[in-house]
């Protein structure tokens, strides 16, 4: 495997279900990153993870659970979702965090199709 | 704050055209820029990037895009449009804040 994958690539969850996504990245990076691409709306950043801390949630509703358990594996625990939570989710990752905006190239996934009936 | 506005959400061009997609940007500090590409059915694939030096910056696939700082501009053009070209186009910012803030895309259809 190389680059960034993504499991499973598509879910249909009830809401009341209990599901996980998971990402890995073969590109020896330190950072990774959960985020939602609704239809008609720019992506929205939700997690970083930056050596296995996170450093951002952006005001995420705590029915989204992430999990860094090492630098190259992120998880994305869902409970309790909302039909609006149906979205192309997203991971990538990068080298470092710290590293300036210019040489911090973030690297995608190929994204999970979650649809919440 | 950083933004970035992406004009037009569609854009459709004839084979062998010019395609040029538009991106205007926001930010009290110099950027870093990027564009991104999205298939269908598929991640985000970096077409190029904007860090310092050579305002004219080329990427793959004969893209290419130039940082203009006086019209806070870095729009994506490619000389003749092929049919593989059709997707979605993001702009992408990184500057004050560290994280990458998104424009909102642009779907370009290549026609016949």
């Known amino acids: 495997e190389t680059g960034v994958t993504q499991t499973p690539r598509h879910l249909v969850m009830g809401m009341t279900n209990k599901k996980s996504l998971k990402c890995e990245q073969h590109?020896?990076?330190?950072?990774m990153y959960w985020y939602k691409q609704s239809a008609k709306k720019p992506l929205e950043l939700m997690f970083v993870y930056n050596f296995k801390e996170q450093t951002e949630n952006n005001s995420v509703p705590s029915r989204f659970s992430p999990e860094c358990p090492n630098s190259s594996h992120l998880f994305l625990h869902l409970h309790t979702l909302q039909p609006e939570d149906s979205a192309l989710y997203l991971c990538a990752s990068s080298q470092d965090v710290r590293l300036a905006g210019g040489q911090d190239t973030q690297y995608f996934g190929p994204g999970t199709r979650l649809t919440v009936l | 704050a950083q933004s970035v506005t992406q004009l037009g959400s569609h854009v459709s061009v004839s084979e062998g055209a010019l395609v040029l997609l538009r991106c205007n940007y926001s930010s009290s500090v110099p950027p870093y820029l990027f564009w991104y590409v999205q298939y269908p059915n598929q991640g985000l694939q970096l077409l190029l990037k904007?860090?310092?030096?050579?305002?004219l910056v080329k990427g793959i696939n004969g893209f290419e895009a130039e940082f203009k700082k006086s019209e806070t501009s870095f729009h994506l053009t490619k000389p003749s449009a092929h049919m593989s070209d059709a997707a979605e186009y993001f702009c992408?910012?990184?500057?004050?804040?560290?994280?990458?803030?998104f424009g909102s895309g642009t779907q370009l259809t290549v026609l016949p």
């Open positions: 904007y860090t310092t030096g050579a305002t």
């Open positions: 992408a910012v990184s500057a004050s804040a560290r994280q990458l803030t």
């Open positions: 590109l020896g990076h330190n950072a």
